[in-house]
């Protein structure tokens, strides 16, 4: 069972910002919380690197790095990619089948 999903379009603009943007060979696609306060918790994606506390598995061709202490808060999501009136970017968004 995959930790997250990734769709196709996702999946393609992940390997093109890699390429594009030369992120190194030893960053990899990190999905997290960033937590401003103890109230305000927001999901994250963008390439980082492991150390020791991390998780990296390998989902449909892109490696993805957790912490697995934080995996409760978006283990059945999908990353998605959209462009839409002028904005592009990546979001997560909740898998249904899973609900």
Known sequence: ?????ITRSAK??????????QIPS????????????????GL???FD???EKDK????????LLYHPGQALFFAGMIIDYR???GKKGFVLVENKKTI
């Not at 598995?57 to 490696?63: A, K, Q, R, T, Y």
């Open 56 to 63: 990296l598995v390998e989902n449909d061709g892109i490696e």
């Open 1 to 5: 069972m995959k930790i997250i999903e």
């Open 83 to 85: 462009e839409r009136e």
């Open 26 to 41: 030893d960053h990899y696609l990190r999905v997290g919380i960033k937590q401003k306060n103890s109230q305000d918790k």
């Open 12 to 21: 393609e603009a992940i390997l093109k910002y890699k390429d594009t943007l």
């Open 49 to 51: 690197t492991i150390n």
């Open 44 to 46: 994250f994606i963008g």
